[in-house]
């Protein structure tokens, strides 16, 4: 007997035994077993092996799948709600828009696998491994995400919005056009991380160090960044109106274009920072470091100067100006 003849039986007399009532079906192989569409809704399946099982919209809300190893199956589109999902193994499984909201995810795995516009808002997701994972698009809201590896994942697009992210790792990971609003980020990695269009509004970052991180066309509005390391970042056509840079290393970052106006850059460092075509209206730049040459068409009003003038001469004019001349 083949072992896909002898799983289409063990799936027959599964949903049989299902449909009289029967929820325990505990260490059974099912590899690659056909679920799809199934309602297995608070069925105990602990320590079944799933491995490379079509489970494609299947109804396992309420379920113990405690010990199972799911990797490389077929969750699209499943219902994981409040399932209990502890250790289990999800690596390479497509859970392209599951949902899985509320569920226990204790020692889960989910290296390499497709969480493309998965559901997992509010949940405790603490020390998971996302590694190299598809969250393009996932829905990832209030969520505990503190020291999860997110290591060369995709989450581009994804949403966050008031997720706490201390301590995990993003190094190579792409974070482009993800909403980070009011996340808590202490701690957070993002080396060679690619950050350009987030939105990091009202975010709290103390102790992040964005040196060399792209964050071009990011959000960074009335966010604290005082003695923040951002050299060698690129920020060219990044917003930062009102954010604070106290003290902030920019030196040789990429400020082409930037809106830093009503930005807080006093003592900030920002030699060799290229601030052409940067909007500085408002902005304090009080005992800032700077290297004029880089500062061809800025925009200057009401702007205080390095020496504490302030220069206003040149509100609302768009043709260049050119600071080589001024006495920083």
């Known amino acids: 007997m083949s072992i896909n003849t002898r799983h289409s039986q063990y799936v027959s007399l599964l949903l049989q035994e299902y449909a009289k009532g029967r929820r325990h079906f505990e260490c059974i192989d099912f590899r690659e077993a056909d679920l799809s569409q199934a309602n297995l809704s ?7 092996d799933l491995r490379g099982a079509n489970l494609w919209e ?16 077929d969750l699209t589109n499943a219902e994981l709600l409040d399932a209990n999902l502890t250790n289990v193994c999800f690596d390479d499984a497509n859970l392209s828009g599951a949902e899985l909201s509320g569920s226990i995810f204790q020692g889960v795995s989910f290296r390499r696998a497709n969480l493309r516009q998965a559901i997992l808002n509010c949940s405790n997701l ?25 290591e060369g994942a995709n989450l581009r697009q994804a949403f966050l919005h008031r997720s706490c992210l201390s301590r995990a790792i993003f190094d190579h990971a792409s974070l482009c056009e993800a909403d980070l609003t009011e996340t808590s980020m202490h701690g957070v990695t993002l080396y060679k991380a690619d950050l350009s269009e987030v939105d990091l509004r009202n975010a709290d970052i103390d102790g992040v160090n964005f040196a060399g991180v792209n964050l071009r066309l990011a959000n960074l509005s009335n ?27 920019l030196a040789q970052a990429n400020l082409w274009k930037t809106d830093l106006r009503y930005a807080k850059l006093e003592r900030a460092d920002l030699r060799e920072a290229d601030l052409r075509g940067a909007n500085l209206e408002g902005t304090d ?35 260049p100006v050119f600071l080589s001349s001024l006495n920083f």
Not at 42 to 48: E, N
Not at 225 to 240: E, R, Y
Request: one cysteine or more; a neutral charge; hydrophobic letters at 40%.
């Open 42 to 48: 608070h069925a105990v399946l602990r320590g079944c």
């Open 58 to 73: 299947c109804r396992l809300e309420g379920a113990d799948l405690s010990g199972t190893n799911l990797s490389n199956a």
């Open 126 to 150: 603490s020390g998971i491994d996302f590694s190299t994972a598809n969250l393009q698009k996932a829905y990832l809201l209030e969520t505990d995400l503190s020291r999860c590896n997110f």
């Open 223 to 249: 966010v604290n960044l005082s003695a923040t390391d951002l050299s060698g970042a690129n920020l060219s056509c990044a917003i930062l109106v009102g954010t604070k840079l106290i003290g902030a290393c």
């Open 285 to 319: 730049l009080r005992k800032a470091y700077l290297t004029a040459g880089w500062m061809e068409a800025v925009r200057l009003c009401e702007t205080r100067l390095p020496d504490g003038s302030e220069i206003s001469r040149h509100c609302h004019i768009d043709y």
